[in-house]
């Protein structure tokens, strides 16, 4: 909200360079790089699961769902994963076990 009331104000002055590197600094460094890289790192090391696919999550989720897809994606994301990960285990547990 800040850096487009800054543009509006810049863009009022006339002052288009201003506005690029308003824009360019302002949306794509502070707001871009952390959304579409930093994000998925720490999302992806807490629950253990690759940054490309919870990137894909947050991706996948935005333009599926919106903004609400925005959380939802990476949940449902970990949850099927998690999902399939108690399944592996408990597949090798019975096959251990000798039960099929």
């Known amino acids: 909200m800040v850096f487009i009331i800054i543009g509006i104000y810049a863009l009022a002055l006339d002052d288009m360079q201003g506005v690029l590197i308003l824009f360019f600094l302002g949306y794509i460094v502070v707001s871009l790089v952390p959304e579409v890289y930093v994000r ?3 999302v992806g090391r807490r629950v253990k699961i690759n940054p ?3 990137f894909i999550g947050i991706i996948g989720g935005l333009l599926t769902m919106g903004l609400a897809g925005f959380v939802l ?6 949850l099927l994963i998690t999902t399939y990960r108690m399944y592996v285990a408990d597949r090798k547990d019975r096959m251990l076990a000798g039960v099929f």
Request: charged fraction near 0%; hydrophobic fraction near 75%; proline fraction near 17%.
């Open 73 to 78: 994606g990476p949940v449902i994301i970990v």
């Open 40 to 42: 998925p790192v720490l």
């Open 52 to 54: 490309v696919i919870m």
